[in-house]
């Protein structure tokens, strides 16, 4: 069963469109929250994202580019604009499809599956992603976005922070941090990771990251 995250702001069309489509045997999450659509996308994964152009704070086109940024998930625009300009747009953002309001719920189911086929039968499309807390880290560039602002890692800033952030809530020793960072055959001493800690806290502290490390004496360091 297919995920489909809708992204629409008028409650009617929203219930419209959520209805019609569990009834195709869709699993759909509707978006409530125009806020936070990128970390809604990251936790959801969906297969596909159904996402209008006229939004509260920021356009779809917007939140596709960020999308964008860490997945090649399929993007269908739904829109009541439906100027070359518009369309022109929404390609350019990476969107996949432009359908143009209002339509009839066959025409949008044909596409959808049309959409599904293309992108799920030749391709890998998966998320390499992981987020805790707001914090977002892409596996894909070693980025991380935390309130609408990004930074890029170095490698090893990046293996540093993925191990904290996918162990979560416990205490990662210093011996199982350098562990993972030979695993490359690059070694990694206990100066240098020191060195780098220091360097990754500093590039969190740039977007509002502080004390998102915190270093448990004699035992080795934490996120929670």
Not at 154 to 169: R, W
Request: glycine content about 2%.
């Amino acid at each position: 069963m297919y995920k489909i995250m809708i992204v629409e702001d008028e409650e009617k069309i929203r219930d419209i469109l959520k209805k019609s489509l569990e009834k195709w045997s869709f699993e759909v999450y509707a978006v409530e929250d125009f806020n936070s659509i990128f970390e809604g996308f990251v936790r959801l994964e969906p297969q596909l994202v159904l996402m209008d152009v006229n939004l509260p704070v920021c356009d779809g086109f917007y939140w596709c580019s960020k999308i964008r940024s860490i997945s090649k998930t399929p993007i269908v625009f739904l829109s009541s604009r439906s100027s070359n300009m518009d369309i022109v747009m929404a390609v350019n953002m990476g969107g996949d499809d432009y359908i143009t309001k209002p339509f009839s719920i066959e025409v949008l189911v044909a596409k959808i599956n049309a959409v599904l086929r293309r992108a799920y039968s030749y391709a890998e499309t998966s998320l390499d992603t992981l987020e805790f807390n707001n914090v977002v880290i892409s596996l894909k560039n070693n980025t991380v976005y935390y309130n609408d602002e990004t930074i890029e890692l170095t490698k090893n800033e990046f293996k540093i922070l993925y191990v904290l952030m996918k162990n979560h809530d416990n205490i990662v020793s210093r011996e199982d941090i350098m562990q993972e960072l030979w695993q490359d055959e690059n070694f990694i001493d206990d100066n240098t990771l020191t060195v780098n800690i220091n360097r990754l806290r500093k590039k969190l502290k740039e977007i509002g990251l502080v004390d998102f490390i915190k270093t448990i004496k004699n035992q080795g360091y934490v996120i929670k």
